[in-house]
């Protein structure tokens, strides 16, 4: 960031009294310009033993496969939100079941929240930025051709679940090539 968005004056990057971490700041105006990380929402569509993958249409990883996902945007819920993207690059109505897996992605400033749902009905299809949607089953998925590790994770955590008719919430930290430490949250015992 070079010039103030509420005045247009030069800014310094630098830390501001009270603060931790260095910010933009307009010398001129003085507004601070914080910088937060990007939201990711969407959805493991699920019908009958399949689930919904979309072909992506746009970069990154054009032509390799992804659950219908996007950024959030302004004035919506994160299940708002993965309704939205999953109608979007899907065509697809679903349910909202439960939030599944959380995954922080520091190092691009990113953070993946996917929800596991269920299609409403069989009418779904490409939308702009998606070339095909297949359901798929397990043993059908392109596991060489899924283009995030996000999606990846989650999807290996939800055969798994699946396979221990158990479904649990899952959290990690996706760091720079590839790495990630991944694990299961367990509901807290009640009294």
């Not at 949607?133 to 989650?154: G, H």
Request: hydrophobic fraction near 35%; aromatic fraction near 10%.
């Amino acid at each position: 960031m070079n010039y103030c968005s509420n005045c247009g004056a030069r800014v310094t990057f630098r830390i501001p009294p009270g603060d931790t971490l260095p910010r933009h700041i307009c010398d001129a105006c003085d507004t601070i310009h914080y910088q937060n990380p990007k939201m990711v929402v969407g959805c493991v569509a699920e019908w009958e033993d399949k689930i919904l993958l979309c072909r992506r249409a746009i970069e990154p990883r054009y032509g390799l496969w992804t659950v219908p996902a996007g950024f959030m945007e302004n004035n919506e819920t994160t299940a708002e939100g993965a309704l939205r993207e999953t109608l979007e690059e899907a065509h697809a109505r679903v349910e909202i079941l439960s939030l599944y897996t959380l995954y922080n992605l520091p190092h691009i400033s990113q953070v993946y929240m996917l929800f596991r749902a269920r299609l409403l009905d069989l009418n779904f299809g490409a939308g702009e930025e998606t070339l095909e949607t297949r359901l798929f089953a397990e043993t059908e998925i392109p596991w060489d051709e899924i283009a995030f590790v996000t999606v990846r994770n989650t999807l290996q955590h939800y055969f798994n679940d699946r396979r221990r008719n158990h479904f649990q919430f899952h959290i990690g930290t996706i760091e720079p090539m590839g790495k990630s430490a991944d694990r299961p949250i367990k509901p807290a015992a009640t009294g």
